[in-house]
C-alpha cells in the first residue's frame, strides 16, 4: 500500500477549508411556550457555509451527553441563530451542523426546555395563618447568573394548602423506564391530614388524598420502593404506623405487618458502587426496634437487640451487595453505655445483625461498644450522607455534626450556626446535575441548612444557610427567606 502513493504530489490534495465554531456554553434552556431566540455561535469559516439545527431525546440507555438520538426534530431555520418555540418539557440533545461544501463540523448542546422552577432548593413554608406556600431558590445557569436572572419565587403549587409540614422528591424509575418518574409531595397537618402529589416538572396537581380516614395524621417520610407499574412514598403516623402514599395515583394505603410504636422515620440513601442507581430505602423505628421492608413483595425485616434502645442511625451511602445500616443502641441499664451494630440487609435473606469472625474463627455479633456522659445526637436528630464523604452529617440543637458511622459520634461540632438559629431541616442536593457536565460525580456536594430565629426582626424568620461537604465551609447565608419553614429538598431537574 505504501508504494502505491509513491509520486503523488501533495498539490493535487490540497488541505480542505476547516471549520470553527465557537459558543458561549453548552448548555441552552429555553422556557416552554416561549420562543427562544438564541444568538449564542460565531462560526470561522473562508467558504460561504449552511446551518442545520436538530434536537430530539436521547437513545434509550444513553444520556444527553453521549449524543445519541432516539429520534430527531430539524428546526425550520437557516442561520446560526435560533428561534423557535419548545412544546415539551425535558432535556434533549441539540445538534448544529455547519457545512462549508469542502468540511463539516457538528456541535452538540443539552437543551433544557423549562417549567420555569425545575432546579433548585425547595422549601415548605406556612405563613401567620398557617397557609402554605413554596419558596423556591433556582439554581442558576451560567447565563442567567451573567444576565441576573431572578432566582428566589414563592410558588403556591395549588389554592388552600394549610399547615405544610415535609417535602418528598421521589427518585425513582418505574421498570423498563428511560425517563425519570420523580415525583413531588406535600403532607400537611391540616384538619384532614391532606397529602398532595404533583407532577414534579409542572408542579400541576395530580391528585390528593387525606389521613383522617386513619384516625391518624402524618409523622414523618423515609425511604420509596416500586414495581413494574407503581411505586410509592413510605411514611409514619403520629401513632406509630406505617403508610404508603402511591406516587402514581395519589392514594394511601396502611401498611399493617410493620410492629407498633415506630415513632422515627430514616431515609436510608445508598447505592450499591460507585455507578450504580441510588435508592430510597425506608426505614423505622422505635424504642425497642427498627423495622424496613425490602422490596414490594417482601415481608417487614425487623431488628432488636435485647438489653439497649435505639439512640438514631445512619446508613453508608456507597457499599457493596449488602446494605449496613448502622444503628447507635444505648443500655436500658446503664444510660452512659453505648452500642454501634450494624444491620445487613441482604436482598432476599432474613433479618440479621452483621457478624465478624473471633479469633477462634467463630461468628460472633459485630458491634462497637462505648461510653459518654454527653452523647451529641438523640432519636430526634436528622441525619443526611453524601458521596463526597464516607461520614454523615446531622443535626443536634442548633449545630452539624459528622458521624464515621464504625465510631463514637462526634463530640465537638463541623458546623454551628449563629446564635438564635433553630435548626428546622437539613437536605443534600442530592441529584443535581451541575457538576455532571463537568465530567464530574453529580452533585451532593453542598448541604442546606434550614433554621428559624425566632428573635428575627420582621415577618420572616426562617434562613437558608448552605456549606459545602468539601472543607465543610459557608457558601452562602440567605436570612430572612421564609416565614416559618418546616421543611427543605433539592428539587433536581427530571428530564
Not at 427518585?171 to 391540616?190: H, M, P
Not at 456549606?467 to 457558601?475: A, G, H, K
Amino acid at each position: 500500500m505504501i508504494s502505491s502513493c509513491y509520486g503523488i504530489k501533495a498539490e493535487h490534495y490540497p488541505e480542505l477549508s476547516p471549520i470553527q465554531i465557537v459558543t458561549q456554553s453548552d448548555t441552552i434552556n429555553a422556557d416552554l411556550g416561549v420562543k427562544l431566540h438564541y444568538e449564542g455561535i460565531a462560526v470561522a469559516s473562508s467558504l460561504p457555509v449552511t446551518y442545520e439545527w436538530a434536537y430530539g431525546l436521547p437513545a434509550a440507555n444513553t444520556t444527553v451527553e453521549q449524543h445519541q438520538f432516539s429520534s430527531r426534530t430539524i428546526l425550520d431555520t437557516e442561520s446560526p441563530n435560533i428561534d423557535y418555540t419548545f412544546t415539551h418539557l425535558g432535556s434533549y440533545i441539540l445538534r448544529l451542523k455547519v457545512d462549508n461544501g469542502q468540511s463539516i463540523a457538528y456541535k452538540f448542546f443539552r437543551l433544557n426546555v423549562n417549567s420555569g422552577l425545575d432546579e433548585g432548593v425547595a422549601i415548605l413554608d406556612n405563613d401567620a395563618s398557617g397557609n402554605s406556600s413554596i419558596r423556591f431558590l433556582k439554581t442558576l445557569t451560567a447565563e442567567e447568573k451573567i444576565r441576573g436572572a431572578q432566582e428566589l419565587y414563592s410558588v403556591q403549587p395549588t389554592e388552600g394548602i394549610k399547615n405544610g409540614k415535609q417535602l418528598y422528591m421521589s427518585s425513582y424509575k418505574l421498570s423498563g423506564s428511560t425517563k425519570d418518574e420523580a415525583a413531588f409531595v406535600i403532607a400537611t397537618d391540616d384538619a384532614d391530614g391532606t397529602m398532595y402529589l404533583f407532577e414534579s416538572r409542572t408542579m400541576e396537581l395530580v391528585r390528593s388524598d387525606v389521613m383522617s380516614a386513619w384516625g391518624t395524621s402524618f409523622s414523618s417520610f423515609s425511604g420509596e420502593y416500586g414495581g413494574a407499574h407503581d411505586f410509592g412514598v413510605f411514611f409514619n403516623s403520629t401513632d406509630g404506623r406505617v403508610f404508603r402514599f402511591d406516587l402514581v395515583l395519589g392514594y394511601l394505603n396502611d401498611i399493617a405487618n410493620f410492629p407498633e410504636g415506630l415513632t422515627h422515620a430514616y431515609l436510608a440513601r445508598n447505592r450499591s458502587s460507585a455507578t450504580g442507581a441510588t435508592t430510597n430505602y425506608p426505614f423505622f423505628f422505635g424504642e425497642d426496634v427498627v423495622a424496613t421492608r425490602t422490596t414490594v413483595s417482601s415481608g417487614v425485616k425487623v431488628y432488636e437487640q435485647e438489653g439497649f434502645k435505639v439512640v438514631n442511625m445512619g446508613m453508608s451511602r456507597t457499599w457493596g451487595d449488602v446494605y449496613p445500616l448502622y444503628v447507635l443502641l444505648q443500655s436500658k441499664t446503664d444510660p452512659r453505655s453505648y452500642r454501634i451494630q450494624r444491620a445487613n440487609r441482604i436482598s432476599g435473606g432474613t433479618t440479621t445483625w452483621a457478624t465478624v469472625k473471633d479469633e477462634n474463627d467463630k461468628e460472633v455479633l459485630y458491634h462497637y461498644d462505648f461510653t459518654s456522659s454527653n452523647l451529641k445526637m438523640d432519636s430526634e436528630s436528622k441525619v443526611v450522607n453524601t458521596k463526597r464523604s464516607n461520614d454523615v452529617y446531622y443535626t443536634y440543637e442548633n449545630a452539624i455534626y459528622r458521624w464515621s458511622l464504625s465510631a463514637p459520634p462526634a463530640t465537638a461540632p463541623t458546623i454551628s450556626l449563629p446564635a438564635g438559629e433553630q435548626i428546622r431541616d437539613i437536605a443534600v442536593n442530592y441529584m443535581g446535575r451541575s457538576a455532571a457536565r463537568d465530567g464530574q460525580d453529580p452533585g451532593e456536594d453542598l448541604l442546606y441548612i434550614l433554621t428559624y430565629n425566632p428573635g428575627r426582626s420582621g415577618d420572616k424568620k426562617g434562613s437558608l444557610y448552605i456549606y459545602r461537604f468539601s472543607d465543610d465551609t459557608l457558601v452562602r447565608a440567605i436570612e430572612g427567606i421564609a416565614d416559618n419553614p418546616v421543611s427543605v429538598v433539592y428539587k433536581y431537574r427530571v428530564s
